[in-house]
């Protein structure tokens, strides 16, 4: 019996990205104030090809920026006795703008949460909003998606992988069975 499927390509990965890019647009009517944010790792492969995206729609560059929440996160003391940290970097003022977060997969909630949270303490947006490749349900929090390449729904006992090839060599979605 087969216990992984792949859910998404290359190809749907990139569909997705640029509908997400257009859907980016319209809501916040153009790029104006706009500032995408990656979370480490893959959120930031995400949110670099948002930006290309959208810069080629709109022919304007649009400010990106890299988060790390490690220390952050809630369960930092019981699954992290050596975390790893990355750099957080955010060469521009998010003060007054409409900050989109970048991340692969909404799972609980929790990353999401831990992100807000690193984000307020570089200043005050005016909005912040989410863009994820998947939304796989199973929320913890009150949070949800202002942007999503593909709704999966899932069980607890399958794990969702995004493969990117920036950091993978490849590009698909997959679902295992843990």
Do not use: C
């Amino acid at each position: 019996m087969e216990n992984k499927k792949t859910v998404m390509d290359a190809d749907g990965i990139d569909r997705s990205l640029t509908r997400m890019a257009y859907e980016i647009l319209e809501k916040n009517k153009g790029v104006e104030e706009l500032a995408l944010v990656g979370i480490r790792s893959r959120g930031v492969f995400l949110a670099m090809r948002l930006q290309q995206k959208i810069s080629s729609i709109e022919k304007k560059e649009v400010p990106l920026g890299i988060l790390d929440i490690t220390l952050y996160r809630d369960d930092l003391q019981s699954s992290h006795p050596r975390p790893l940290l990355g750099k957080t970097e955010i060469p521009f003022s998010i003060d007054g703008r409409k900050v989109v977060l970048v991340d692969d997969v909404l799972f609980t909630g929790r990353t999401i949460r831990a992100a807000m949270d690193a984000l307020i303490d570089f200043g005050r947006p005016k909005m912040i909003q989410l863009a994820v490749l998947i939304d796989r349900g199973h929320r913890e929090l009150p949070i949800r998606a202002d942007f999503v390449g593909k709704s999966l729904p899932s069980s607890l006992w399958e794990a969702v992988s995004v493969h990117l090839t920036e950091k993978d060599l490849s590009d698909d979605v997959i679902v295992e069975i843990k």
